[in-house]
């Protein structure tokens, strides 16, 4: 018997009548009595496949049968576009149980706002930003908004996971606990994960309800995937990319938004509808790439990550990705966009343009193809977001005191080995920084605190993330997207750049109001966007390693594609590159060491290693391997004592003891990593990047498994 007829009257009727549904999909099924029930639960499934009905018809019953007072549901998306794209979802839904929603972020008129505080919806639609300016407002009662809240439903909860955006989130939605008189059930959807139980754990906080994953079993649907490597400077990259999406819809994925633009020039000379969507265009131009991709045939949108969500752009003949992407996870959700109409292939195209990412490509595809993929990284040492909450907190009760700030936090995870010892030296800091000051038993925002962080309105703390301060650029007075400050002062007051898929010619640079005025122009080239990779797991570096040192013709390659496999992996064996072997490269100032092991690894044997030496510099680490540079050639060791400590490492259970701990928390990377990092004192900064960068577990492993290869170069 199908768990519809768990389903109230009005819900079974709106499924059959208004979405005209025949049969509940697979994770419907599984979802609608454990969330009937009150369970916590992550929500897997891929992309079009029903996870927001899986929460919200559910969720809806509740709300129905039990008849909750409003609001009673929050609903979270870590993207603007994506609320967007989800509101006449949720109001189709809703409407069947005579249910309200309202959307809330930065470009709904405060007059809208009003009215709902008045008379609110079931249903509030928002990001955590927003859920932050109104928990810091003085002038709104955040007992009577959220006391009847019974649900926060948070989408794409996997990429809000790995961010310092999700740690904020999980501070908010204590905070919002603290305010309602439910223990409010948490419902993730997500895409697949490696360690969703985590991530459960990680979302439920201080909730008392028992908790679920919930993940159908995956249809096998057929798929077509190819990799076809491409030289971006032959005219065979255009041909290539047309004879595949020429007469059909196209997503084509960018690593980079220069990139997104360089592709949009290059695939509109095959006369297809081409556009470009990415983070530095203004979202009325995004909006209407969308909008007439949805409608168009013979068309591509080129987009960096802004698409990998689950924004509705229709449906999608081809997938296609410059290069390769840096982990296995993002490919599944890029490739899930595809394939999604009855009877058709998902059809996913990697175009590599060099060696690495010919073999990463294939690298990723051997993992997916097992069924791995990456844990999403979870810290447990957020000093940064820590120090946000304490101000934010602070600021929306004007004054409070730190035992209740403490016994609100410890339950979020990220907080979670953070001891009362730190959070009391964090405020120690804070108050003699002048961030805080104490009167009678309680903290308050000192003064100073406004200089710093925005003047009355406190704009700074709304926002958990930093962005770099860009120029606006318009066209006849209206916004087109933006450009970032280094590279406009690196040009001066008369250059050219592309953006959007357009040519533009500065008229005028307004430098105090950061607005460039364009005028159109008939050539140019694509402006520079700094961006930072994320760090490639252990498994994809190490399973990169098995493909160059195998001697498998993987089916799914082309001959191409395969000869030119052999003859990378004919250099390698001819440099010495072996499986199950940490090869070190000795020259006359440094150590090279190829270790394939992530940038995680790389880091924690690096400072390790570094550490036998105060003249040694640690130079170039990223996930294939690291440099150990002398400072004073006549103070460099020699291999011996390198492979002395090594085996150390591999043999002694304790080498990794408190001390060491220590010694590697005061050589830490001083990387920068988020916003509020640079407010915190140095030794807590030093742990929370302890947490971050180094992983010691997997590095003992990783060196028990490696013997060491010793390769020198003679001049």
């Known amino acids: 018997m199908s768990n519809f007829n768990l389903l109230c009257e009005p819900i079974k009727n709106g499924i059959v009548t208004k979405l005209g549904w025949r049969n509940l999909t697979p994770v419907q099924e599984l979802s609608f009595p454990e969330i009937i029930s009150g369970k916590n639960a992550i929500i897997l499934a891929p992309t079009a496949g029903g996870k927001t009905e899986a929460a919200f018809l559910p969720v809806l019953n509740v709300v129905y049968t039990e008849n909750l007072e409003p609001i009673s549901i929050i609903y979270v998306s870590p993207i603007k576009a994506l609320l967007n794209n989800q509101e006449e979802r949720l109001k189709k839904l809703s409407s069947f149980v005579y249910s309200g929603v309202f959307k809330w972020h930065g470009d709904v008129e405060s007059s ?20 932050e300016v109104i928990l810091m407002s003085q002038k709104i009662d955040k007992k009577k908004l959220f006391e009847n809240i019974r649900f926060i439903v948070i ?41 969703p139980h985590e991530i459960l754990k990680w979302m439920q906080g201080s909730s008392s309800r028992e908790g679920i994953v919930i993940s159908p079993p995956r249809e096998k649907k057929p798929k077509k995937i190819e990799i076809k490597y491409v ?7 255009q041909k290539e990319i047309a004879k595949r999406i020429f007469g059909k819809k196209a997503l ?20 297809i509808d081409c556009h470009v969507h990415h983070s530095s265009i203004n979202k009325y131009f995004r909006e209407i790439a969308e909008e007439k991709f949805k409608l168009g045939n013979n068309t591509a949108i080129i987009a960096t990550s802004t698409l990998e969500l689950g924004i509705d752009i229709g449906d999608l003949d081809i997938v296609l990705q410059l290069d390769s992407p840096n982990s296995v996870s993002s490919f599944l959700q890029r490739l899930g966009r595809t394939g999604r109409r009855e009877n058709s292939i998902a059809h996913f195209v990697f175009f590599p343009t060099n060696k690495e990412k010919l073999v990463l490509s294939i690298a990723i595809l051997n993992l997916a193809i097992r069924g791995w993929v990456e844990d999403v990284f979870l810290v447990k040492k957020a000093y940064d977001i820590l120090f946000q909450q304490i101000l934010a907190i602070t600021l929306s009760t004007l004054g409070t005191d730190l035992e209740s700030i403490y016994k609100l936090f410890k339950n979020v995870y990220s907080f979670s080995e953070i001891t009362q010892e730190d ?33 009355r309105n406190f704009i700074t703390l709304y926002s958990s993330f930093d962005t770099n301060k860009e120029f606006t650029v318009k066209y006849k007075n209206r916004p087109i997207g933006s450009l970032e400050r280094w590279f406009v002062n690196a040009l001066g007051d008369n250059f050219q750049f592309v ?19 364009v005028t159109e122009a008939e050539y140019a080239r694509p402006p520079k966007w700094m961006s930072e990779g994320g760090f490639v797991s252990f498994e994809l570096a190490q399973e990169y390693l098995n493909v160059l040192t195998s001697n498998e013709a993987f089916n799914f390659l082309n001959k191409t594609e395969l000869d030119l496999l052999n003859e990378i992996r004919y250099e390698a064996r001819s440099f010495g590159l072996e499986k199950d072997k940490i090869i070190i490269e000795e020259n006359k100032d440094d150590y090279i060491f190829y270790t ?15 550490l036998i030496n105060s003249f040694y510099d640690i130079v170039g680490v990223n996930w294939k391997g690291f440099k150990l540079r002398c400072r004073d050639k006549e103070f460099k060791i020699n291999l011996d004592i390198i492979s002395e400590e090594i085996n150390k490492i591999r043999t002694n259970p304790d080498y990794f003891d408190k001390e060491k701990i ?43 498994e490696n013997q060491i290869k010793m390769l020198k170069i003679y001049y």
Request: net charge neutral.
């Open 231 to 237: 030289d971006e400077t032959k005219d065979d990259f």
């Open 662 to 704: 220590k010694e590697l928390i005061e050589r830490v990377p001083d990387i920068a990593t988020s916003k509020f990092q640079r407010y915190l004192p140095q030794e807590l900064r030093r742990k929370q990047l302890f947490d971050y960068i180094y992983d010691i577990e997997k590095t003992k492993e990783f060196v028990k």
């Open 423 to 455: 959070f009391m030296s964090l405020v120690k800091y804070m108050l003699e920084n002048k961030y805080l000051m104490f009167e009678r038993g309680k903290i308050y925002i000192d003064a100073e605190t406004e200089k710093k962080f925005g003047g």
């Open 252 to 271: 084509f994925f960018s690593n980079s938004r220069t990139a997104a633009e360089e592709l949009k020039l290059l695939i509109e000379r095959s006369g």
């Open 596 to 610: 394939y092991a992530g940038n995680r690894v790389n880091y924690t044997l690096a400072t390790a290693l570094s």
């Open 112 to 131: 809208e706002k009003k009215k709902f505080y008045k008379n609110p919806s079931q249903i509030l639609m928002i990001t955590p930003e927003s859920l």
């Open 155 to 195: 989408d794409e909860i996997h990429a809000f996971a790995d961010s310092e955006r999700g740690i904020h989130l999980m501070a908010v939605v204590e905070r919002i606990q603290s305010f309602s008189k439910f223990d409010i059930q948490r419902i993730g959807l997500s895409a697949t994960v490696g360690n």
């Open 499 to 517: 953006l959007a898929g357009r040519c533009w010619q500065t008229d005028k640079i307004d430098y105090d109001r950061y607005i460039i005025h």
